[in-house]
C-alpha cells in the first residue's frame, strides 16, 4: 500500500486491494465512521431501495424525476460497470476524480487512527469506503436529496445507518443465499431492515410469501405499507416502432426503434393522478412494477412537501437511463446489453426477447459467476441464442467456460470458447445469420464489453 497522500488512481487501486477480503455485513464499522466525520448521512433528506433485482431501474427512474423537478439529486447505486466513480452521481454528474481522491485520503487518516485508539475492531470494508465517499460528497455539495440504493441485503448494509423519508423495497428472489439466506421468507426479512417506524414503505413484490413476510414486519415496525403493484395500474398497447415519439419529446434509443417491431405505450393510474401516453426509456415489461414503485415514491414525496409536477413524472420515466440493462449499443451490428445475473433476472431478458424479438436470432456471448446459479441461467437463456460464444476473462470468478459448453451441449446449442472477449466479438460479428448480439450473464461481463467497445 502507498504511504502519504494518494492520488486517484492510487485511492481506486487500495480500495480494490481490499476487495478479497470480502463482505462484513454489520452497521458497527460504519457508524463509527461516520460519527467521527461527522455524520455526513444526516445532511440530506433521502430515499432507501432495496430488493433482489428492480432497485437500480427504480433509483434511475427517481433520480430523473427528482432532477427534472428542479432537485439536486444525488444518487448512489452498486455495483459500477467501468469507472467506480459511477456509483456516485448527481444528475449526470460523476464524483470528480479529485474529490473522490481526497474524501479517500481523508477516510484513510480516519480509520487509522480510529483502528489504532480501538474505537473499532475491523478495518472498513471497499462498499463500507465507498458509502462514506457518498456520504461526504453529497454533503459537501449541499443535495437537496438522496437516492439511495441497498448494496446487499438491507438489514446490515452500511448505506442502511441513513434515517430514509421512505424505503422501497422491489422483488424478492434467490441470490446472495450465503448472506441472506437460503429462502426466500429469510430474503425478505433481510429486506425488511431498511423499513422506518411511521414511515412509508413501498412495495413492489409480486410473489405472495415474500410480501407476506414483508406486510408483518412492517406491522410489528409500525411501518406505513404501500403496495405498489395492488395501488398503481399501468395499462398498456403496442404501437408501430417507426412511428413511436415519446410524450415529453425525449428521443427513442434508435437501435431499440429499428429492433423493436412494436414498443409499448403505458398508462398509469395511482390514487392521486392519471399518466397518459408513456414511452418508458427502459425496455421490458418487468419495468412496469418499478415505474409502478417510483411513481408512488414521487408522489410520497410531494406530499412530504417536494413540489414534483405529473410532468416531471413523465419525463423521469422516458427520459431515466441505466447503462448495461437491455441496452441496444450500435455496433457493426446491433448489440445489446444486459447486466442480468440471476435467474430472475435472465427470466425478465428472455420475456423481453420473446416479446419483442422473437423473429430475430442473436449470437450469445455469455459469462457469468460461480457464486451464481449459473446451470439455472443457463437453462434459461441458451435454448433462445442461435450460436453462443464463451470467452475466457480473467480475474472475475467466472464459471469455466468448458463447463458451460457442456450444459449448452446438453440444451442442444452450439457453444464455442474464445481466447478473449474481442474473439468471441469478432466470432460473433462474422456470424451472417444473426440479427444482433447479446451480452449477458453478469454485470462484470457488460462492464468488460463496454471497455471493449470504448477501446
Not at 446472495?176 to 422506518?196: D, F, N, P, V, W
Not at 410480501?211 to 411501518?223: D, G, Y
Not at 403493484?229 to 434509443?253: F, M, W
Amino acid at each position: 500500500m502507498p504511504s502519504g497522500i494518494l492520488s486517484y488512481q492510487e485511492a481506486v487501486d487500495y480500495l480494490s486491494a481490499l476487495s478479497p477480503f470480502g463482505i462484513k455485513l454489520g452497521l458497527d464499522t460504519i457508524r463509527a465512521l461516520c460519527e467521527f466525520l461527522g455524520e455526513p448521512q444526516k445532511s440530506f433528506p433521502s430515499v432507501l431501495v432495496a430488493g433482489t433485482n428492480g432497485k437500480g431501474s427504480v433509483c434511475a427512474y427517481l433520480g430523473a424525476i427528482l432532477q427534472h423537478s428542479g432537485y439536486k439529486t444525488g444518487v448512489y447505486t452498486s455495483p459500477h460497470l467501468v469507472d467506480i466513480r459511477e456509483r456516485i452521481r448527481i444528475g449526470d454528474q460523476l464524483i470528480p476524480e479529485d474529490r473522490f481522491a481526497f474524501f479517500m485520503n481523508e477516510m484513510r487518516r480516519t480509520t487509522e487512527d480510529l483502528f489504532n485508539r480501538k474505537k473499532i475492531d475491523q478495518f472498513p470494508t471497499y462498499f463500507e469506503f465507498i458509502t462514506a465517499i457518498a456520504f461526504l460528497w453529497f454533503k459537501e455539495e449541499k443535495i437537496d436529496i438522496g437516492v439511495m440504493e441497498i448494496g446487499l441485503g438491507g438489514r446490515f448494509d452500511a448505506v442502511n445507518i441513513i434515517d430514509p423519508i421512505l424505503s422501497v423495497i422491489t422483488e424478492i428472489d434467490y441470490d446472495h443465499q450465503k448472506h441472506l439466506g437460503r429462502t426466500l421468507t429469510s430474503i425478505a426479512s433481510e429486506k425488511a431492515g431498511i423499513m422506518r417506524k411511521d414511515r412509508p414503505v413501498i412495495l413492489c413484490v409480486g410473489k405472495n410469501k415474500p410480501r407476506t413476510v414483508l406486510k408483518a414486519i412492517a406491522s410489528e415496525k409500525k411501518a406505513v405499507v404501500l403496495d405498489a403493484l395492488k395501488d398503481i395500474k399501468i395499462t398498456v398497447r403496442e404501437i408501430p416502432s417507426d412511428s413511436a415519439e415519446t410524450n415529453s419529446g425525449v428521443p427513442i434509443n434508435p437501435v431499440r426503434k429499428r429492433m423493436e417491431e412494436k414498443i409499448d405505450l403505458i398508462d398509469i393510474v395511482s390514487p392521486k393522478t392519471e399518466y397518459r401516453g408513456i414511452i418508458p426509456s427502459l425496455s421490458g415489461r418487468h419495468q412496469f412494477g418499478n415505474i409502478a414503485a417510483a411513481v408512488y415514491a414521487s408522489e410520497k414525496l410531494k406530499e412530504a412537501g417536494f413540489n414534483i409536477e405529473t410532468g416531471d413524472i413523465i419525463f423521469g420515466i422516458e427520459n431515466a437511463h441505466w447503462e448495461g440493462r437491455l441496452e441496444w449499443v450500435d455496433w457493426k451490428i446491433p448489440l445489446l446489453l444486459d447486466g442480468g445475473h440471476n435467474p430472475s433476472g435472465l427470466r425478465s431478458l428472455t420475456g423481453y426477447i420473446k416479446t419483442r424479438l422473437a423473429s430475430k436470432r442473436f449470437a450469445l456471448v455469455f459469462a457469468c459467476k460461480t457464486s451464481k446459479d449459473y446451470k439455472k441461467m443457463c437453462e434459461i437463456l441458451f435454448p433462445l441464442a442461435y450460436k453462443i460464444f464463451l470467452p475466457k476473462i480473467e480475474g472475475y470468478q467466472f464459471v469455466e467456460p468448458a463447463l458451460l459448453r457442456n450444459l449448452a451441449s446438453k440444451l442442444n446449442r452450439e457453444a464455442i470458447i474464445t481466447d478473449s472477449l474481442n474473439d468471441a466479438f469478432i466470432k460473433a460479428g462474422d456470424e451472417k445469420d444473426v440479427d444482433f448480439i447479446l451480452a449477458a450473464g453478469s454485470l462484470y461481463l457488460v462492464g468488460e464489453v463496454i471497455k471493449y467497445l470504448n477501446s
